[in-house]
Structures are given as structure tokens and as C-alpha cells.
């Protein structure tokens, strides 16, 4: 019985053994990693970039995971500073990107980008809870204000399922307090999620409530809170 923990600000993944009562650093250096690209030389050209962004997970830096899902054989990691979905092998001998340009941005299409930065793919804003279906991720998306998906599958596509990245520009910007249809819903800052039974149950965080999203169709209603904080 393993229990894997996002140890943010020592920047670090943890594995406690709950038989043992054992707990050893998996991923990570103690310290706050710059680099998101593993293995780019910073003189690198498009004729010597990597073929994989990889690294051995105790060997590289990481930088503020804030959340982490186990799917198969993988860890997917919630990488929030370098606006990320990172994916790290339970056997631990590979880490990296997995999906995200690392622009910070609420931008739909294809996971990750052969070259860093490179536009037409997909952007996150500090993604900060993960959950799943079994079929996709879902990520809270915390600075803009959104709900993503992102697929298992590496020749689908990221989309969000209530969000702003269907506008053209203030992505980051846009947020509020609003349920209703998937084009009128306003979140503020989500930082969590857990999906059950077709719906996508949210910490709608700086609005102070819980809402639950339908998975298919991003319909959006409040069930706790009243929008002010208090216990």
C-alpha cells in the first residue's frame, strides 16, 4: 500500500509505505528547479533538440507539483509553476512534460510541443488538482479559472470543459461566479476537483462554494457555499 504525496514547496514527490511506515523522495532535489525542458541545452536548435524531454526524477529540479494521479503504470503530476502536466513512471526511472507548452495561458490542442514555447499547443495556468474517469484527466487550472481535460491518448487533443479558452484574448482574466450553461459558467481560482459518476465536483475556491460540472456537457451548479467565507 503506497501512498504518493506532492510535496510543493520542498518541490518534491514523496512515496510513503503505509505498511512500513516508510516514506523515501522519489522525484525531486529539495529545491525549486528553472529548467522544465529536461535534457534542452540552452544552445540547442531544432536540428539538436531532444527526442524526449526526460529525466531521472531524483537527478532533476522540480518546481511547485501541486497534485498527482496514478493512471497505469504513470504518475501524472500537476506541475504549477512551469504551467505543466508532467508524467513520471511508477517505477521511477523516467520524469518529464507531458503536456503544455509552458506559455501560462487556457489554450486548447495537442499535449506537448516538440520545440518549448512553440504556439498551437496546448497552454496551462498553473494547474493545481487532478482527477479522471479513467478515460482523460481532469484539471483544475487554477489561474485561469478552469476546468481542463486532458487525454490519456497521446494523439488527442487538451479541451476545457468550462473555461475561458474559447476566448480571444484576457484568458487569464476572465473569472467570476456564474453557473448555468457552459458558455455562461464563471469560476475563481478552482484548486481541486474529484470526478463520481459523470460530474466533476470543484473547489471553487476564492468564490467560497463547491460546484459540481457535468463531465459531458460543463453545465455548472453550486451545492455548498454562499459565496462568503466562514466556517
Given at each position: 500500500?503506497?501512498?504518493?504525496?506532492?510535496?510543493?514547496?520542498?518541490?518534491?514527490?514523496?512515496?510513503?509505505?503505509?505498511?512500513?511506515?516508510?516514506?523515501?523522495?522519489?522525484?525531486?532535489?529539495?529545491?525549486?528547479?528553472?529548467?522544465?525542458?529536461?535534457?534542452?541545452?540552452?544552445?540547442?536548435?531544432?536540428?539538436?533538440?531532444?527526442?524526449?524531454?526526460?529525466?531521472?526524477?531524483?537527478?532533476?529540479?522540480?518546481?511547485?507539483?501541486?497534485?498527482?494521479?496514478?493512471?497505469?503504470?504513470?504518475?501524472?503530476?500537476?506541475?504549477a509553476g512551469p504551467h505543466q502536466i508532467w508524467k513520471m513512471t511508477l517505477d521511477e526511472s523516467e520524469i518529464g512534460p507531458y503536456a503544455g507548452n509552458g506559455r501560462e495561458d487556457i489554450v486548447d490542442g495537442p499535449l506537448l510541443p516538440r520545440q518549448p514555447s512553440q504556439q498551437g499547443y496546448s497552454s496551462f495556468a498553473q494547474p493545481s488538482g487532478l482527477t479522471s474517469d479513467g478515460k482523460q484527466l481532469f484539471v483544475a487550472d487554477s489561474e485561469g479559472s478552469s476546468i481542463r481535460a486532458v487525454p490519456f491518448s497521446s494523439d488527442e487533443l487538451v479541451s476545457t470543459i468550462v473555461g475561458s479558452a474559447d476566448l480571444p484574448h484576457s484568458r487569464l482574466f476572465t473569472f467570476g461566479d456564474q453557473d448555468g450553461k457552459r458558455e455562461d459558467v464563471l469560476l475563481q481560482h478552482a484548486l481541486g476537483v474529484e470526478y463520481f459518476g459523470g460530474r466533476i465536483f470543484v473547489a471553487d475556491t476564492y468564490n467560497n462554494k463547491i460546484k459540481v460540472v457535468d463531465a459531458k456537457t460543463g453545465a455548472t451548479t453550486t451545492i455548498a457555499g454562499t459565496g462568503e467565507p466562514g466556517a
Open positions: 500500500e503506497l501512498l504518493y504525496v506532492a510535496d510543493t514547496e520542498n518541490h518534491m514527490i514523496r512515496k510513503v509505505d503505509l505498511k512500513q511506515k516508510q516514506v523515501t523522495t522519489i522525484a525531486g532535489r529539495g529545491f525549486q528547479g528553472r529548467n522544465a525542458w529536461p535534457g534542452l541545452d540552452r544552445n540547442a536548435t531544432l536540428d539538436t533538440l531532444p527526442e524526449r524531454y526526460i529525466a531521472k526524477p531524483k537527478e532533476f529540479a522540480l518546481n511547485s507539483p501541486w497534485a498527482l494521479w496514478v493512471h497505469g503504470d504513470d504518475l501524472y503530476i500537476a506541475m
